[in-house]
């Protein structure tokens, strides 16, 4: 237990974004990166590590589900369908790495993480409809990922969804429908997945979390966000729909043996979905809105169902029925700390059964 207590240290001293509690910031270093910032730049943490000291994959390998050793049931993976090709990203690797960029279908596609906020997104690998590829700035905001961009050197903030300094100030991007949920809940929906591999071209040990008792600990923190709220655990994990700059949240156990909601926020009718182990939220309008869904969740594809003798899969596509084929609207919405969601979009409403 000692040994590995002290390699976890070590690791975290390596790769980790930080060295100490709060790090440094921009001015504190001399370094004010070129032009103007968007958000306080007294607030944008230098991690130590420095731009691609974390490097990014950006030429991944996959392996068939069958091939995968390294998992266990319950560790994460952020997955993504297109058209025929279905993947997994395991947080085992994204840990370590944060930015993959990738080709899924013909499109280039970013998948990032931040292992300190807990966020995953996906979104296109292009800029002023130009194909690049993203990187890891070494900088933080409110404990949360900075990316870069390749083409511009322009810096993105993770959990903002926006360029925040730079040639692309103020930009986008463009979301690609992703989710989360533990491996083996995926291996239930996709069976002939696509899996990452750990032939990353990197070594690292990624049977090792890099960051010591961090998730599990409430109080301990590598970088302090702005503010905290204390409605819920600080490292509570919750899914958030986020709206502009408001943010609605669900807890998993609100979901526990699976559950279908019909809600709204910011007067916009949503269709909530999901279990203990995965959330999935659609936006309904027009016939789509007078359905009634269910639960429908037995180890296969097929996630719910309506009372059309429709079912649909977990990205909110039609696989069964009379509307095969068809897709629901998934909304903006990413699986957070607790603290990093209400620290980016302050006060979210939290659903209340």
Known sequence: MKKNIIYALVIIITIACSTS????????????????????IAEVKDGGPGKDGIPSIDNPKFLNINQIDFLSDDDLIVGIVNGNVVRAYP????????????????????????????????????????????????????????????NTGSNWSQMKLECVNGQLIGDRPELVNIIETNWKTWKALYP????????TGFSRNYN??????????????????????DALPNKERVYAIIDKNESKIYQFTSFENGN????????????????????????????????????DFNDSESFFKDNEGNKWSVFGEAIEGPRTGEKLTAVKSVVSYWFAIATFYPDPEIYNP
């Open 208 to 229: 090792n979390y890099p960051y010591g008792p961090y998730r599990t600990s409430n109080t301990y923190f590598i970088f302090q966000p702005a503010i905290f709220n």
């Open 21 to 40: 509690q709060e790090g440094t910031t921009l001015s504190e270093n001399g370094n004010n990166e070129a032009g103007n910032w968007s958000i306080p």
């Open 192 to 199: 002939n997945s696509e899996v990452l591999s750990t032939d």
């Open 91 to 150: 947080h085992p690797i994204l840990d370590w790495h944060e930015v993959l960029n990738d080709e899924v279908n013909g499109e280039f596609v970013t998948i990032n993480y931040c292992p300190l906020t807990g966020t995953a997104f996906g979104w296109k690998s292009k800029v002023n409809d130009t194909k690049t590829t993203f990187g890891v700035s070494g900088l933080l905001y409110n404990a949360n990922l900075i990316l870069y961009d390749r």
């Open 260 to 295: 279908v909601i019909k809600d709204s926020f910011n007067s916009i009718e949503h269709l909530v979905v999901g279990n203990q182990n995965l959330i999935k939220a659609f936006k309904l309008s027009g016939e789509y809105a007078n359905l009634t869904f269910s639960y």
